[in-house]
């Protein structure tokens, strides 16, 4: 999975990190054990991005740097691949939103969630 971090990089900076976790559905301790270890690892990731050191962080710096032939040949010899590193699921939680448009990207190919406010009115 891939989630969008809103955080203060400085007092008035915000900045955007990439928190990019897959969970371990193969767990000999039971569901209600894999599923805690889960989330102190989202936890533990989530503070590493906000102090801007996590290994998505770098990962995402240094695609930056390749140059896009690169990155293209890459895709096509190993389609799968960027998306076992940065996961193939976006899910991205904005508080206040009333609408919001899922990005289309290459990678993400088993979807894109958005969750918004809970408090709209809905019907069926």
Request: with cysteine; proline share 6%; charged share 20%.
């Amino acid at each position: 999975m891939l989630l969008p971090v809103d955080w203060f990089s400085a007092p008035g900076v915000r900045q955007l990190g990439i928190l990019s976790i897959r969970p371990d559905t193969d767990t000999a301790d039971g569901w209600l054990n894999g599923f805690i270890a889960f989330q102190r690892d989202v936890n533990r990731t989530l503070a590493a991005v906000r102090k801007g050191r996590s290994a998505s962080d770098e990962f995402i710096t240094l695609c930056a740097m390749v140059r896009p032939e690169v990155t293209y040949l890459a895709h096509k010899l190993a389609p799968r691949a960027l998306g076992e590193i940065v996961g193939t699921v976006g899910l991205s939680l904005i508080r206040d939103a009333e609408v919001f448009v899922s990005p289309n990207t290459d990678f993400q190919t088993d979807g894109f969630m958005s969750v918004g406010s809970m408090n709209m009115p809905t019907a069926d």
